[in-house]
């Protein structure tokens, strides 16, 4: 069964820093592209990043480009999101996903919360 | 970037009923869509991709269809399960985008 379990959302001020992490398990992590999703309160999904199976190929949303850096570690099955001056527009649900653009499998999401 | 919009924002539907939902792109995708199912509090789920294919243990009371710019989410006969808020999302090209979504919800 796959599991991705996501941590390190939290409250952190604007203009702040934070890294999120996935924690996969039940399917080979090293041969999947990776995503992260979010969902900030009462709206849909938004697509944050994206990253190929050896880290070599990333992508982001215009938003973010610059401020966030996807990344993945295979040996560990985990993928990162680290995120830099953030801002209140980046609350948010932080979803872990399977997939490059069919997002096949959801974790259960981490809460960032920028704020004052 | 492709903007997808969804149409109604949201139904209401009697258990038994026929619902449609809708779905366009401002260009077109060919059948690179997809659609997914949330419920209140949890993480979407991905139920139709490709445009028509059901993923593996998505009831058969689903079906999409619809190809190029305008995309068509149907339950045949929906069930007290399937009231939720549902999400397509076109995976043609970069940046990936999602639709506003439809919820729908029991009359």
């Known amino acids: 069964e796959v599991q991705l379990v996501e941590s390190g959302g939290g409250l952190v001020q604007p203009g702040g820093s934070l890294r999120v992490s996935c924690a996969a398990s039940?399917?080979?992590?090293?041969?999947?592209?990776m995503s992260w999703v979010r969902q900030a309160p009462g709206k849909g999904p938004e697509w944050v990043a994206s990253i190929k199976q050896d880290g070599t190929d990333k992508y982001y949303v215009d938003s973010v480009k610059g401020r966030f850096t996807i990344s993945r570690d295979n040996a560990k099955k985990s993928l990162y999101l680290q995120m830099n001056s953030l801002r209140a527009e980046d609350t948010a649900v932080y979803y872990c996903t399977t997939g490059g653009g069919n997002f096949g499998n959801w974790g259960q999401g981490t809460l960032v919360t920028v704020s004052s | 970037d492709i903007q997808m919009t969804q149409s109604p924002s949201s139904l209401s539907a009697s258990v038994g009923d026929r619902v449609t939902i809708t779905c366009r792109a401002t260009q077109s995708i060919t059948t690179n869509l997809i659609w997914y199912q949330q419920k209140v509090g949890k993480a979407p789920k991905f139920l139709i991709y490709?445009?028509?294919s059901l993923q593996r243990g998505v009831p058969s009371r689903f079906a999409g269809s619809g190809s190029g710019t305008d995309f068509t989410l149907t339950i045949s006969s929906v069930q007290p399960e399937d009231f939720a808020t549902y999400y397509c999302q076109q995976n043609n090209s970069m940046p990936r985008t999602f639709g506003g979504g439809t919820t729908v919800e029991i009359k």
């Open positions: 039940g399917f080979t992590f090293s041969n999947s592209w």
């Open positions: 490709a445009a028509s």
